[in-house]
């Protein structure tokens, strides 16, 4: 098969290049080794896509080479992005900071992405493996092979490798004898001595988790909720140190002035479980006699 324009990798990026290019009147075939496209969009602002920033300037980007953002941002700004946005008629909302999530959930985001993709006459293939990448250029893969006049990579990098991140991307490069930097991690897990300042930040990755899931399992009917509980004794619990203290904080600082119990929590687990919650998913329910809701008091050193 022969066309203008190959783009591998039907993320953000390539989503846009592969729009852009068709809007050019290029022929364009965008490539997914995925089942579906835009695996990253679809869970990122928690399942609501934070799709720009008003404020973005590039000032905020930290890179060797400056003028690349500069470029970038004249060209398309993030209010260009916006009135897409709108036309699509998707509604959202500014949370702190110039942050603009949607109202709806993410997947208005891939929808309206996949309407330009139409428009602009690109041809999505899906669950597209890409096998050799050679020069002229002809693209193997398990859907046969391909011949374009420009190709462009667009695999992202290696951050969620359980949504298919792989280092396709720097292995092309170092084929085609592009320099490649040392790789670095971009997110990483960190430790505090005093992490109380930081405590509103603890189970935000889990929040997260629930509503993707729940985005994508409720076309089957699957509803998908969690606990989260308060401090529960258990054979199991009661060797962690502290944790009478741990008990005797809660129960005094609670709304409600007591601890909950593993029968509180299955109670729990069994609304959600019920016909009684037959619309409720995406949630985390919170058991723990209202201590969640507090400032965090500082405990009793014990």
Not at 97 to 124: P, T
Not at 171 to 176: G, I, K, L, S
Not at 190 to 202: G, M, Q, R
Request: aromatic share 6%; glycine share 10%; proline share 4%.
């Amino acid at each position: 098969m022969k066309t203008d324009v190959i783009v591998i990798g039907a993320g953000a990026a390539g989503l846009f290049c592969a729009i852009e290019a068709g809007k050019r009147g290029r022929k364009v075939t965008l490539l997914e080794h995925n089942a579906t496209i835009g695996e990253k969009i679809r869970i990122s602002g928690g399942g609501r896509c934070n799709f720009t920033n008003i404020h973005t300037q590039p000032e905020n980007f930290i890179s060797g080479n400056p003028s690349f953002a500069r470029s970038a941002l004249s060209r398309y700004k993030p209010e260009a992005f916006l009135e897409l946005v709108e036309h699509h008629k998707i509604r959202w909302h500014e949370k702190k900071s110039g942050q603009l999530f949607c109202d709806g959930s993410s997947r208005e985001i891939l929808a309206m992405l996949r309407k330009e993709c139409d428009a602009a006459g690109v041809k999505v293939v899906a669950e597209c493996r890409v096998s050799s990448v050679q020069k002229g250029f002809v693209v193997e893969t398990n859907r046969g092979e391909m011949e374009s006049e420009s190709l462009v990579i667009a695999t992202g990098g290696l951050s969620i490798p359980k949504l298919g991140a792989t280092d396709f991307g720097y292995r092309v490069a170092n084929q085609f004898g592009l320099s490649v930097k040392t790789l670095r991690p971009g997110l990483v897990p960190l430790t505090f001595d005093e992490p109380k300042e930081w405590h509103a930040l603890h189970g935000v990755s889990f929040e997260a988790e629930v509503r993707y899931l729940a985005m994508e399992l409720g076309p089957r009917n699957i509803r998908v909720n969690a606990i989260s509980a308060g401090p529960v004794r258990t054979l199991a619990a009661r060797s962690i140190t502290g944790f009478t203290v741990m008990e005797d904080h809660t129960e005094k600082n609670a709304p409600l002035r007591r601890n909950i119990s593993a029968e509180d929590v299955g109670n729990a687990a069994y609304y959600l479980c019920s016909p009684l919650a037959q619309n409720v998913t995406g949630q985390i329910l919170l058991v723990d006699a209202g201590y969640s809701i507090l400032g965090m008091p500082t405990a009793p050193a014990g």
